[in-house]
């Protein structure tokens, strides 16, 4: 029996998807798997005719959550589940992780319509709850001639476009080491891997610009104790009701140790390509939820 699995991509990557999936599509089809990269708001596409479908790219999704939100709530046997990803689209879960005691990044959270105070020193972030590949993402700094006003501007355009804002530390440890992502299959750590800075001082990037994500230098890493830990204990908060098909935990470090910048189970990018085994892990997970 071959079985049919649906890889929900957005319009702009059609008809393949994200090249980084390739290697999962070789090992699915060794396992007698066909996956068929579909686009989530295509109305034409008969979810239920698939066994399974896998969120992958759907990028897009930001510029039309409630769109989104609709569709999770509408297709059966979604891998991660519905209940997971709708939570995870907005990154307002930080909050309950911090009160888990996961540490995460200082955040303060700001919706339309409220008062917008910004930090009087240092430099910092303001960024959109609900985005992805860095887009509406800004940095100032306090002390910076012009950037108070420049960041006044950014988080009136982005409350202009309904966002809620998050306004962070900028945590200059990012600068050196760098971001690092532990990614779990199955709820077992596989691989990770280390990402350059994304925003440069005075960098600021529309919040629905042309670009679905910001170009990212990646290298393999191999994460400390310290990093493991903070990942996984993160991880338990999220996913409380058993183990995830994937998900990717993103940390920064700080003064006392890494903390969590964002934690990705809706449509991360896994960097199958990184480890030449991982795919294979996600495949045989897959398989196994196929029955």
């Known amino acids: 029996m071959t079985h049919r699995i649906a890889i929900a991509t957005c319009d702009a990557l059609l008809p393949d998807g994200d090249r980084g999936d390739g290697p999962l599509f070789d090992h699915l089809h060794v396992q007698g798997v066909q996956p068929t990269v579909v686009s989530w708001s295509d109305p034409a596409v008969e979810w239920d005719s698939f066994d399974l479908t896998l969120i992958?790219?759907?990028?897009?999704?930001?510029?039309?959550?409630?769109?989104?939100l609709a569709w999770l709530a509408s297709v059966p046997r979604l891998h991660n589940p519905a209940e997971v990803v709708?939570?995870?689209?907005?990154?307002?879960?930080?909050?309950?992780?911090?009160?888990?005691?996961?540490?995460?990044?200082?955040?303060?959270?700001?919706?339309?319509?409220?008062?917008?105070?910004?930090?009087?020193a240092g430099e910092f972030v303001i960024k959109p709850s609900v985005g992805a590949g860095s887009r509406g993402a800004g940095r100032f700094a306090a002390d910076q001639a012009g950037d108070l006003d420049r960041a006044a501007k950014h988080a009136e355009q982005l409350h202009g476009a309904g966002r809620t804002l998050m306004i962070q530390p900028y945590l200059a440890g990012v600068d050196t080491?760098?971001?690092?992502?532990?990614?779990?299959?199955?709820?077992?750590?596989?691989?990770?891997?280390?990402?350059?800075r994304m925003l440069g001082q005075g960098d600021s990037f529309e919040v629905d610009g042309p670009s679905l994500f910001i170009e990212e230098n990646i290298s393999p890493c191999r994460p400390s104790a310290a990093e493991l830990d903070t990942a996984g204990r993160a991880l338990d908060q999220l996913a409380p009701d058993g183990p995830l098909l994937y998900a990717r935990i993103d940390l920064i470090p700080s003064d006392d140790g890494p903390v969590v910048i964002e934690a990705e189970l809706t449509e991360p990018s896994l960097f199958l390509d990184v480890e030449p085994a991982a795919a294979q892990r996600l495949a045989t997970a897959i398989l196994a939820r196929l029955g």
């Open 56 to 68: 992958r790219s759907t990028w897009d999704y930001s510029a039309r959550r409630a769109d989104f």
């Open 86 to 120: 709708a939570a995870n689209t907005d990154k307002v879960y930080l909050r309950a992780l911090a009160a888990a005691g996961v540490p995460v990044v200082p955040t303060v959270f700001v919706e339309p319509g409220e008062e917008v105070l910004l930090p009087e």
């Open 177 to 196: 080491a760098g971001e690092t992502a532990l990614i779990f299959l199955d709820g077992e750590f596989s691989h990770s891997i280390r990402k350059g």
